[in-house]
């Protein structure tokens, strides 16, 4: 009989055996699944991101084409009224998208853009003309992110020291550079510098040794110096600029302690959203404003101090921290072997070095004194040398971060007023939150004529500022090479140059919110147009802005408005500051009028008619200086101080009274030389005389006058001195007399006396010499020592009875 319990726990035994067996099969399968669904859903999120990330970068590329120049002169002409209108004028909300906007891209709502639960995109993009340069960038500007402050006392040789005013940005320990001088330092307390080593790589010709430094000396973070001066200090006779932001070679430039870094990573990533090397400018990078050399200045010098060297014209666009190039134009045999550097369309030897100023000093009317950070690195005799400097890149404000503008302006001082007024870092905030709250309000700067009116009210009404700060910020933010600055940073701008960095970040998360995969991706473009582009340059703003980026252009002007300023004639391109600031001229911008009518140029009689005098380019006007101890009574009106280059429009009427200026021509009882030119325009149907000036004590004593003598229909040069004579030494022209004058034309009049005398006496009428003395004439006849009766030409003028002087003999006649 068989056993029916034991046959079924057998059964069992094998129906749980085989259970068991599938599990420990299955278990591994099933992780083995799972593992690979998870892969598999991680390999689809990387994907998906990298997807999103592109798909972002290039909707951005597509996005910053509106704000290209020829896309915003389309606009404004077909008269679109979005902020993508105006080419002059670049802000944050033009240059970053919405949200919206990436959705309406997409074909993607929104909330799928920003779900916790799946997708999260995140997105920037950076001007990079809202930073500042590192090539050619002044140190200054870089010691403003980095730390720059002054002495607040004396340093000494052997000082282990140094006090300044303000050590806020400097690393904890690190390195100054005072002067050529580089300084260690290993502790900061306060505002005082501790534990310093004197001299560092004074063995280098580029550094100095201890020196003794006077209060207010500058003093800059050594790393701020470096980046500044690495584009011509890495290799020396080349010009190395950065090609991305790793600056970690800087601390090669120099035998420094290795202990002690120059700049360390953190320092540099608070530093690195604010500068940049790839921002752009109105002209492209070049060295500009050429200035011949002394000839026959040897460089290196074979003194043991820096360079130094004359310079045959002028440095009123170089200050200290300016980045310089040196040439030899002719081909010469100095080193011609070891520095084999050619210039390829010439083929001849072309001999360049590169360094930065430490001084550029005006000596004389048309020379200055040149000197630099260390030695010349080349060889130069001294045969055709010149020296030029590198252009600055412009910063937009409309663009830059508040620590970007504070940086540009804070500790600038201006040579002339008050030395110790100097831009405050606080006063510095303050214009920048004066244009960050612009921005924010939408009305954004869009011209130097709207950056001065920003100034004028942060130094009128405000008060935030004062002159000298308003004159130094707006001359650096113009030309931030001028000399009458002790340094420069940058000048500013108020549009994009159409490069940016671009990031973009996609989140992908599962529907529990555990996140599935991150994509980041950075990456710095250049747009351009997407159709063939043309420039246009069709207002007088236009031209001004190139002539004023490059600082070279010799002998040239823009038109119609007086916007430049002669100063010397060694000073070339005119500086355009002083029409701004003092007289409130800038060059005519058709666009900020609101009406098309009001956009052409108005001439002086209002017609609009003619829209080429929108702008142009002309050859400068030039004149004559006179020196007023060789002229006696001077006053001087030519093109200087109107509203337009040729001068005073004549149909406006005078330029000043003429009767209110030769004042100076009669003083301490005698007349004084005198000379005076203007324009003059007769006019038709004048009854009586008419008086262009007259000046004297009484009607024929100490007395100038010029008057149309209508009856006579003459022009009269009157001129009395101090005598008792009741009659006047006269030049007379016939205005109706072949070659006079026709009215309603304007003609130019010079007029010169130095005495009381028709020989003493001028009268130049458009460059010729007219007018017929009334006391004087010519003999008409022999006279001998027996004639009674003298013979002349004419005696009109001459009194009844009186004494007449022929040669030296004076004879009376009666």
């Known amino acids: 009989m068989r056993n029916s319990r034991q046959e079924r726990g057998v059964a069992l035994l094998t129906v749980i055996t085989a259970l068991v067996a599938l599990i420990v099969i299955a278990v591994p399968f099933a992780i083995t699944m799972r593992l690979g669904l998870e892969r598999s859903a991680a390999s689809n999120a990387r994907v998906q991101s990298r997807r999103h990330v592109d798909s972002l970068l290039r909707f951005l590329e597509a996005f910053l084409v509106r704000t290209t120049e020829r896309v915003e002169i389309q606009n404004r002409v077909a008269g679109v009224t979005e902020i993508n209108n105006d080419p002059e004028c670049d802000t944050v909300p033009e240059i970053q998208p919405t949200l919206q906007q990436i959705s309406d891209a997409l074909?993607?709502?929104?909330?799928?853009?920003?779900?916790?639960?799946?997708?999260?995109?995140?997105?920037?993009?950076?001007?990079?003309?809202?930073?500042?340069?590192?090539?050619?960038?002044?140190?200054?500007?870089?010691g403003n992110l980095m730390g720059l402050t002054a002495l607040s006392e004396e340093l000494t040789e052997s000082s282990r020291s140094v006090v300044v005013e303000d050590a806020t940005g400097f690393p904890e320990r690190g390195y100054l550079r005072i002067g050529s001088e580089i300084i260690k330092y290993t502790s900061k307390s306060g505002n005082r510098f501790e534990g310093c080593e004197r001299g560092m790589a004074a063995q280098s010709a580029d550094n100095g040794g201890p020196a003794q430094y006077e209060k207010s000396q500058w003093v800059v973070n050594y790393a701020a110096y470096a980046i500044a001066a690495y584009p011509v200090a890495r290799r020396p006779g080349e010009y190395t600029p950065f090609d991305n932001l790793d600056v970690s070679d800087i601390s090669t430039l120099a035998d420094l302690d290795p202990q002690v870094p120059v700049i360390t990573q953190a320092d540099w990533e608070r530093v690195l959203p604010f500068v940049t090397c790839w921002s752009k400018g109105e002209v492209a990078a070049g060295w500009v404003n050429i200035q011949p050399i002394l000839e026959g200045t040897a460089l290196p010098s074979q003194a043991q101090t820096a360079d130094r060297f004359q310079v045959v014209g002028t440095s009123y666009y170089y200050n200290t921290g300016t980045v310089v190039r040196i040439t030899e134009k002719a081909e010469t045999n100095v080193d011609r072997d070891r520095e084999p550097t050619f210039d390829k369309k010439a083929a001849r030897p072309r001999r360049a070095d590169y360094g930065i100023l430490a001084t550029a000093v005006p000596t004389s009317l048309r020379e200055s004194?040149?000197?630099?950070?260390?030695?010349?690195?080349?060889?130069f005799d001294g045969n055709q040398a010149r020296v030029e400097c590198r252009t600055r890149q412009p910063v937009n404000v409309n663009t830059a971060p508040r620590e970007v503008i504070v940086a540009l302006f804070a500790n600038l001082q201006s040579k002339r007023g008050n030395k110790d007024d100097k831009v405050t870092r606080e006063e510095a905030g303050k214009v920048a939150d004066a244009i960050v709250r612009l921005r924010n309000e939408g009305r954004p700067l869009r011209s130097m004529k709207d950056f001065e009116t920003l100034l004028s009210d942060l130094q009128n009404r405000a008060q935030s500022i004062s002159d000298n700060d308003r004159r130094a910020i707006y001359r650096n933010s113009l030309n931030s090479n001028e000399n009458e600055l002790y340094f420069g940073t940058a000048p500013i701008c108020f549009k994009t140059y159409d490069v940016y960095t671009l990031r973009a970040t996609a989140t992908l998360s599962d529907l529990g919110g555990r996140l599935q995969h991150s994509q980041k991706a950075t990456r710095v473009v250049e747009i351009g147009s997407q159709v063939t582009a043309s420039r246009v340059w069709e207002s007088q703003r236009d031209h001004e802005e190139q002539l004023i980026a490059s600082n070279d252009p010799r002998f040239w002007t823009t038109g119609p408005i007086n916007s430049g300023t002669f100063l010397a004639s060694v000073i070339e391109p005119w500086p355009r500051w002083p029409k701004h600031l003092n007289q409130h001229l800038f060059p005519w911008d058709p666009y900020e009028n609101a009406d098309k009518e009001s956009r052409s140029f108005q001439n002086p009689r209002n017609d609009t008619s003619n829209a080429a005098l929108n702008g142009d380019v002309r050859l400068q006007p030039a004149r004559m200086t006179f020196d007023e101890a060789r002229?006696?009574?001077?006053?001087?009106?030519?093109?200087?101080?109107?509203?337009?280059?040729?001068?005073?429009?004549?149909?406006?009427?005078?330029?000043m009274s003429l009767r209110d200026q030769p004042l100076d021509a009669i003083q301490n009882g005698r007349v004084r030389p005198f000379g005076i030119e203007f324009w003059w325009q007769p006019q038709t149907g004048n009854s009586g005389d008419v008086t262009l000036f007259d000046v004297g004590e009484a009607d024929f004593r100490n007395r100038y006058t010029c008057y149309r003598d209508t009856g006579s229909n003459e022009l009269v040069f009157a001129v009395s001195d101090n005598t008792e004579t009741q009659r006047a030494c006269e030049l007379r022209y016939d205005l109706t007399g072949q070659g006079g004058m026709v009215d309603e034309v304007w003609y130019h009049i010079q007029l010169v006396a130095s005495g009381c005398h028709p020989s003493k006496m001028a009268m130049v009428v458009d460059g010729r010499s007219v007018g017929k003395p009334n006391v004087q004439t010519h003999l008409s006849g022999n006279v001998t020592l027996q004639d009674g009766t003298i013979g002349v030409e004419d005696t009109n003028g001459f009194p009844s009875r009186g004494a007449i002087l022929i040669g030296r003999e004076v004879i009376a006649a009666i």
């Open 107 to 142: 074909g993607t709502p929104p909330s799928e853009l920003q779900n916790p639960y799946g997708t999260i995109l995140g997105w920037q993009v950076e001007d990079e003309n809202g930073k500042i340069n590192i090539n050619g960038a002044s140190f200054f500007a870089l």
């Open 369 to 379: 004194a040149f000197e630099l950070f260390g030695k010349a690195h080349r060889t």
């Open 631 to 655: 002229t006696g009574a001077l006053y001087v009106e030519h093109f200087d101080n109107n509203e337009y280059v040729e001068g005073n429009y004549a149909s406006n009427g005078y330029a």
